[in-house]
């Protein structure tokens, strides 16, 4: 995970840092990020920016779903995070994104 240095400003995680056509992201491309992000404001901004990309799918109709985008985001983190980390790494993140 990336740590922040003492009086080094915190640059955000980029989502989409490939600026890849939304209709062809994948779970890795859109979750695997989330992966390495260490910091409080980090994890809620790029969790925002995961809950807008999923509203569009939703709202644009290519996503069909009876849940709202928050609760797809939140499964879908739990999950990506549930099966690349372990122990207190995986807590850890879970906990930076209210997870738990």
């Given at each position: 995970m990336?740590?922040?240095?003492?009086?080094?400003k915190?640059q955000?995680?980029?989502?989409?840092?490939?600026?890849?056509?939304?209709?062809?992201l994948?779970?890795?491309d859109?979750?695997?990020?989330a992966?390495?992000i260490?910091?409080?404001?980090?994890?809620?901004?790029?969790?925002?920016?995961?809950v807008?990309?999923?509203?569009?799918?939703?709202?644009?109709?290519e996503?069909?779903?009876?849940?709202?985008?928050?609760?797809v985001?939140?499964?879908?983190?739990?999950?990506?995070?549930?099966?690349?980390?372990?122990?207190q790494?995986?807590?850890?993140l879970?906990?930076?994104?209210?997870?738990i």
């Open positions: 990336k740590k922040k240095q003492k009086n080094q915190l955000f995680s980029i989502f989409n840092s490939e600026n890849k056509k939304e209709s062809e994948t779970y890795d859109i979750y695997k990020p992966l390495s260490s910091d409080k404001k980090d994890a809620k901004q790029y969790f925002n920016k995961c807008e990309f999923v509203q569009r799918s939703i709202d644009n109709k996503f069909k779903t009876a849940e709202t985008a928050e609760y985001v939140i499964r879908n983190l739990k999950w990506f995070i549930n099966s690349h980390k372990e122990g790494e995986k807590e850890e879970k906990k930076l994104f209210n997870l």
